[in-house]
């Protein structure tokens, strides 16, 4: 689907969603909401320490992408839980622009190893997004976490494609049933 009719779906969702009456969230709902915040703050500054140490354009450009990507869910999370009542999660202070040239060796990650980390945490962020959209109740709620979901699909999406590519994408072996011929691709 293309974004202008995922945005008219939201737009028609959104509609009945604002006319509905709001029950209190239950304790599932603020429970996902609360560790979800914590997650994208802490991976929002574990990511800002990963731009610290590449030089690579095209891996500084996806995790400033990225960053920005928490950032918004952040603030979204943030308003939300606050109108709602809900005390926020204690997360890291932004890191500061470094340069990454500066970076001992023997700390620094490797370009590879910061594209599979973002990825593995980009992919719990999904499952953390679809199982909290099966718990709740609120429409509205569920609403953020679809936002989200495909906000996280659509970046992790580029982020293999990019990883691929460079050869940093881990693929297990290929399964071969027993007594196939084939005997992979």
Known sequence: MCPDVLEAIKNLVQSFIDDESKS???????????????????TQVQ??????????PELRRALH?????????KEQLTAFLRLEGVPLP?????????DPNSVPLGVKLTDKELANSLKKKISMAITN???????????????????FLQEHITFLTTLKSQMR?????????PYVPAGSSNTGR
């Open 65 to 73: 992408e990225a960053v920005e990507m928490f950032k918004s869910q």
């Open 165 to 173: 590519k460079r050869g940093w994408l881990k693929v297990p072996p």
């Open 129 to 147: 997004c679809a199982n909290s959209s099966a718990q709740t109740i609120r429409n509205d709620v569920g609403l953020i976490w679809s936002k």
């Open 90 to 98: 204690p997360t890291s202070e932004s890191k500061p622009i470094s």
């Open 47 to 56: 990511t800002e320490a990963g731009i610290n140490s590449t030089t690579d």
């Open 24 to 42: 209190p969230l239950h304790v599932g709902e603020v429970m996902s909401c609360w560790l979800f915040l914590a997650l994208i703050a802490e």
